[in-house]
């Protein structure tokens, strides 16, 4: 048994990274035959690529996915620790699952993701949660049909979870939940240590894959058909800065962009490591979409300091208006925290004053959550939760006003989409090169394909239109 601990999570080592090839244990091979599983994902784009890797390797030793949990035989519940919403869905959904257990004693339960990483839940799900067959973490997600043989095969509860990181592993199984847009890991983990951030410590620290690696996954999708791919990373701009090659995000982003998959993008970058010649590479090649999240988190100097996030409010809107200038018609959005320990009144105005600068085009909004071990949990905070619910209330009424105002700005123009697929009301959907999404009429046959529309309808979160032509 491994239990994690979050002391040994913080710690980084100046060791190199090994990569490794994905190897399933022979024994582990049939065990599934025969029977069902379910795979429930909480969290981030990097998590829902891990449930694509997850449901591959159940594939592999032989079980077969089911959309009803009920009829599951094997449920997964890969979870996210980002805030404490989704980590009380998790432990909701455990609920659930235990009743379930109740009349099928042969279901097997198994947690991983982000909050089995976490100390004090690894240690609850050990001793108060029996209904749980096997736990194991982000480090070791390649080993899931070895541990799924270990909980069928010796009866008692698995648990396998490491504080530290391991080797790279390559070519593990994948099962894409789409034939045209694609996810690609191109780091792991991440350094910054911003004081409110879990991630650090239930990620890893920094490693990024090898350019070879990554550029042969994308020729294979562009061979395969596929539109776009989003490259993944908790923070993608710090991509290379651990191999020691000189070779950035920029040199992958051309690389990728050489490989002409019609579509790429990128999450989630940190202003700090946003360099002129990633603007440059991005204006330079029309595959590389005009559309860039840059999480800003604060707009008041004082708690952008006290986040740890290394930039000042100047310094980031001279970013801003960098790419702004540089990319014609490139988009924005964000993500704010409001609520940060003893935030006052006055920081709140001055991110808003940031946010009527800057009026994103996108913006995710949330209320500062403490997370067990990070830096920011150890403050005393004296902002009431009811005085944090209405700041966020008031920030969205600016964010939604702009997201509006950018969404006009396209009105009766003709832009590039991708479609993905049919919305519940019956119509198409997808998103614009600028990633604002659209629904609009047309056939089946062109889902999948990248098509001109011209926008009739700008609304709050997306757009109408018609196909053009
Ligand atoms: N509380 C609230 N929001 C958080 N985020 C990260 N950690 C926390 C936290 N402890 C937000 C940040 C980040 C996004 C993915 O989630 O805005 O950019
Ligand atoms: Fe959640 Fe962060 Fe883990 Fe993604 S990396 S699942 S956002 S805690």
Redesign the pocket.
């Known amino acids: 048994m491994n239990l994690p601990d979050l002391t040994q999570a913080r710690k980084r080592t100046k060791e190199k990274v090994v990569t490794e090839l994905y190897n399933t244990n022979i024994n582990a091979r049939h065990i599934g035959i025969g029977k069902t599983y379910y795979v429930k994902t909480y969290g981030?784009q990097m998590n829902e690529h891990d449930t694509e890797n997850l449901k591959a390797m159940l594939e592999e030793i032989g079980f077969q996915e089911v959309i009803d949990v009920e009829k599951a035989d094997l449920v997964l519940l890969n979870t996210c620790s980002?805030?404490e919403n989704a980590h009380n869905k998790a432990f909701g959904m455990l609920g659930r699952l235990k009743h379930l257990k109740e009349t099928k004693k042969d279901l097997i339960i198994g947690v991983c993701g982000c909050m089995a990483q976490e100390e004090s839940v690894a240690t609850e799900l050990l001793n108060k949660h029996k209904e749980v067959n096997f736990v194991f973490g982000t480090h070791n997600l390649h080993r899931l049909p070895d541990l799924v043989f270990e909980a069928l095969s010796k009866d008692k509860k698995v648990i396998e979870v490491f504080s530290k990181e391991g080797t790279i592993v390559e070519k593990i199984p994948v099962k894409r939940e789409n034939s045209y847009k694609a996810y690609v890991n191109i780091i792991y983990g991440c350094d910054k240590f911003c004081t409110?951030?879990?991630v650090p410590f239930t990620r890893g620290k920094q490693r990024s894959r090898m350019p070879k690696n990554i550029i042969n996954e994308v020729k294979d999708l562009v061979h395969d058909g596929y539109q776009e791919v989003t490259l993944l990373g908790q923070n993608v701009n710090a991509y290379g800065k651990d191999l020691d090659i000189n070779y950035g995000m920029e040199d992958l982003l051309r690389d990728v962009a050489k490989t002409n998959i019609p579509r790429i993008r990128f999450v989630?970058s940190h202003p700090w490591d946003f360099t002129d010649k990633m603007i440059d590479v991005i204006k330079e090649y029309p595959n590389i979409m005009p559309y860039i999240h840059l999480?800003v988190?604060s707009g008041s100097n004082r708690i952008l300091k006290l986040m740890g996030r290394r930039y000042t409010k100047e310094e980031y809107i001279t970013l801003f208006d960098k790419i702004r200038n540089k990319i014609p018609g490139c988009t924005i959005s964000t993500?704010?925290?409001v609520g940060f320990p003893n935030e006052t009144e006055e920081d709140f105005k001055e991110t808003l004053s940031l946010v009527d600068y800057c009026k994103f085009d996108g913006a995710?909004s949330?209320?500062?959550?403490?997370?067990e071990g990070t830096a920011a949990a150890k403050l005393e905070d004296k902002i009431s939760i009811d005085e944090k619910e209405k700041r966020l209330y008031t920030l969205n009424e600016h964010l939604n006003k702009y997201f509006l105002e950018s969404n006009k700005k396209v009105l009766n123009k003709i832009v590039p989409v991708l479609v993905e697929g049919r919305n519940e009301k019956g119509k198409l959907f997808g998103y614009t090169d600028t990633f604002k999404l659209i629904n609009f009429n047309g056939e089946d046959n062109i889902i999948g394909t990248i098509v001109n529309v011209k926008v009739t309808d700008s609304k709050t979160w997306s757009l109408d239109g018609e196909i053009d032509g």
């Open positions: 981030c980002i805030r409110y951030c879990i989630t999480p988190q993500d704010i925290i995710y949330f209320i500062y959550s403490p997370r």
